[in-house]
């Protein structure tokens, strides 16, 4: 044994209440099931039910669409600007008392470990609904127009990587600028949600503003499709965002998409490797890989390849994998069988397209879902590890010679979510962001986030913006 081993730091989970059944959250109150119909919750760490969650069908979506609608038209509408941004207030206030709750409830449901939701996850949320609660009485100044109108009643379908941030960069928003909310989880991650409407009854937010219809692919179907929708708010993966543009085309939905990505993290021979190096762990193996702007394509100058691979390596063999209720966890669970099972697929066709695999030695946990952190060296473009989104702990390490090399084979994608470069030289950096097609670009960082700053991609990475001034756009009749 290591004398130097961590001794084990468990967050203790008695902070949570968690019932053995959850409805639905419609019009201020929980409501069983028209559909009748539940399905498990499990924790993936373990693999144990932690819940039964209600499978929503299209009538209880009609129930919930109807609340918003009335609650838009008679309450919601009515209240002043400043009123409405008091609610938002209160939620972030509350969030912020309640996030040892919300943190390790998303780190059970999820996977996540707790460092991350605790440290990250919760306080972005907070962020969120802060930043938000500021603009509801200053939209005429956003300069979107004198008196923008909101849209009215909006479906908002959300993944399993980040539940509760992406509840908080779709009900902020939406709320600040005056609709109102249906929104359904992820079906793997459907409990900080129901504990959300928790918090919106206790901040007594009047019935019907904010309704939680949990659920899968047929429930968000259901949302969708409701006539009584006036606009979609997605994140989640491409096929299903093409799914939901196909299915609104034609109507006069509006829809923001935000989908999947493979971002280009572009190491130059003259960047600070070390902090390059922190950076590619930071960007490949934050939240298991389960990051739609993940960097998950290396790019490094070939001339310093072997440097940066031996201090990756030696930084890869200290990432510490196990319960994500553990305060040094730094890699947790992935998030589920099919997750797992996608990740596992796509690296056996990195390995037998020829790519060369490594992990550092890494013992998995017995149940649960995991996968060590890998990284492919010798991909060729043409690979699927450097095409397809693989959403875990795996990065595919390619190499160029000159900048323009390096651009070409960053925008080599049908994505364009985010992309990272690491170099000292300011004009570098500037001058390759200038020629990159994606919509974050981080320098000498990666993966950072706050809700002033836009986020959304380029070409199949989606549609519209999130976040700051501009993603309030998608909120709004903005030229209408
Ligand atoms: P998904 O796109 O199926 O799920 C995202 C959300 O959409 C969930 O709430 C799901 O219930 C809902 N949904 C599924 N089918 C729908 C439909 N026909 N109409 C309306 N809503 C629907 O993603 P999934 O299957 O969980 O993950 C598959 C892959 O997608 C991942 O391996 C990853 O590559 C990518 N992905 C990307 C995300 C991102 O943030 N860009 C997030 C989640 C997944
Ligand atoms: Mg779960």
Redesign the pocket.
């Given at each position: 044994m290591n004398p130097f081993e961590y001794a084990p730091a468990l967050e203790s989970t008695s902070i949570v209440t968690i019932a053995d059944r959850y409805k639905l959250f419609i019009n201020g109150k929980f409501v069983a099931p028209r559909s009748g119909k539940y399905f498990p919750t499990i924790n993936p760490a373990t693999g144990k039910k932690l819940s039964e969650i209600a499978e929503a069908n299209s009538a209880d979506v009609d129930l919930a669409v109807k609340a918003a609608r009335e609650a838009y038209v008679k309450v919601w509408s009515k209240l002043s600007a400043a009123e409405r941004g008091k609610y938002l207030f209160r939620i972030a206030r509350i969030l912020q008392e309640r996030a040892r709750e919300f943190a390790v409830l998303e780190t059970l449901d999820n996977g996540k470990p707790i460092r991350e939701s605790r440290d990250t996850d919760i306080p972005l949320v907070a962020a969120h609904f802060f930043y938000h609660a500021g603009w509801a009485d200053k939209l005429k100044y956003a300069g979107l127009g004198d008196a923008p109108k909101p849209h009215g009643v909006v479906g908002q379908?959300?993944?399993?990587?980040f539940p509760m941030l992406m509840l908080a960069w779709k009900v902020a928003p939406a709320l600040a600028t005056g609709n109102t909310v249906v929104l359904?989880?992820?079906?793997t991650t459907s409990l900080t949600a129901l504990l959300f409407a928790e918090v919106c009854q206790q901040a007594g937010l009047p019935n019907g503003v904010v309704n939680i219809v949990t659920g899968?692919?047929a429930?968000?179907?259901a949302?969708?499709n409701h006539p009584g929708i006036d606009k979609i708010a997605?994140?989640?993966?491409t096929?299903?965002g093409k799914?939901?543009a196909t299915s609104i085309a034609g109507t006069k939905k509006n829809a923001t998409l935000?989908?999947?990505?493979k971002a280009a993290n572009i190491i130059y021979d003259d960047a600070a490797i070390d902090e390059a190096v922190e950076g590619i762990v930071n960007g490949i193996f934050f939240n298991q890989g389960h990051v739609?702007c993940a960097g998950s394509r290396l790019l490094v100058q070939e001339n310093v390849q072997d440097e940066v691979l031996a201090k990756l390596k030696v930084r890869m063999s200290h990432i510490r994998l196990g319960n994500p209720l553990d305060k040094n966890t730094d890699i947790g669970a992935i998030n589920s069988a099919?997750?797992l099972a996608?990740i596992k697929e796509l690296s056996a066709a990195g390995e037998a397209e020829g790519a060369e695999r490594w992990s550092p030695p890494c013992d998995l946990p017995p149940a649960g879902f995991w996968f060590a952190p890998t990284i492919f060296t010798g991909v060729s473009q043409t690979h699927r590890i450097a095409r397809e989104?693989i959403?875990g702990p795996v990065l595919s390490v390619l190499t160029f010679r000159t900048p323009q090399e390096a651009i070409e084979k960053a925008n080599n994608t049908p994505y364009g979510l985010s992309a990272g470069i690491w170099s000292e030289k300011g004009s570098k950096i500037l001058w390759t962001a200038s020629k990159l097609r994606a919509g974050v670009i981080w320098a000498n960082t990666f993966n950072k986030f706050d809700p002033a700053s836009p986020f959304g991609g380029y070409k199949e990475s989606g549609w519209g913006r999130e976040g700051g001034r501009y993603g309030l756009t998608a909120y709004l009749k903005v030229g209408k």
């Open positions: 379908i959300i993944p399993w990587n359904k989880p992820a079906e899968a692919g429930t968000g179907a949302l969708v997605f994140t989640g993966s096929d299903v799914l939901i935000e989908l999947g990505g739609c099919a997750q996608k989104e959403f």
